[in-house]
């Protein structure tokens, strides 16, 4: 069976294969932190340590791809565990709570 997925410059808008290993939400949210990187490539400002990374609130993500903010946080916590996505804080304010995330090689290798 071919996997299913729309391309959007190198990043699909759902893959089934990603979601049969960690489930639907979580692979919605990995293939939009690859289209949010694509934004970022032209600025460096999100290169750090040699990747390129997504600054963004669970809160602003849930609303981005239409799901809760409790069932997000758990996909999130899928994606790192499987070792999709790393996740990282490079806030330049201590009270701001943004998470930074980028994808994993392995993501790519299953898109």
Excluded at 3 to 9: I, P, Y
Excluded at 40 to 67: A, P
Aim: aromatic share 10%; hydrophobic share 35%; net charge positive.
């Amino acid at each position: 069976m071919k996997e299913s997925k729309k391309e959007f410059k190198g990043c699909g808008l759902y893959s089934v294969r990603i979601a049969k290993e960690i489930g639907p939400t979580a692979s919605i949210f990995v293939l939009h932190i690859c289209m949010r990187m694509k934004k970022n490539e032209s600025n460096s400002r999100f290169f750090i340590d040699g990747k390129i990374w997504v600054m963004s609130s669970l809160r602003q993500i849930s609303e981005d791809i239409g799901t809760s903010s409790r069932k997000l946080e758990g996909a999130v916590k899928k994606c790192i565990d499987a070792g999709f996505v790393e996740k990282s804080t490079y806030n330049e304010k201590t009270l701001d709570r943004s998470c930074w995330y980028t994808l994993t090689k392995k993501a790519y290798e299953y898109m």
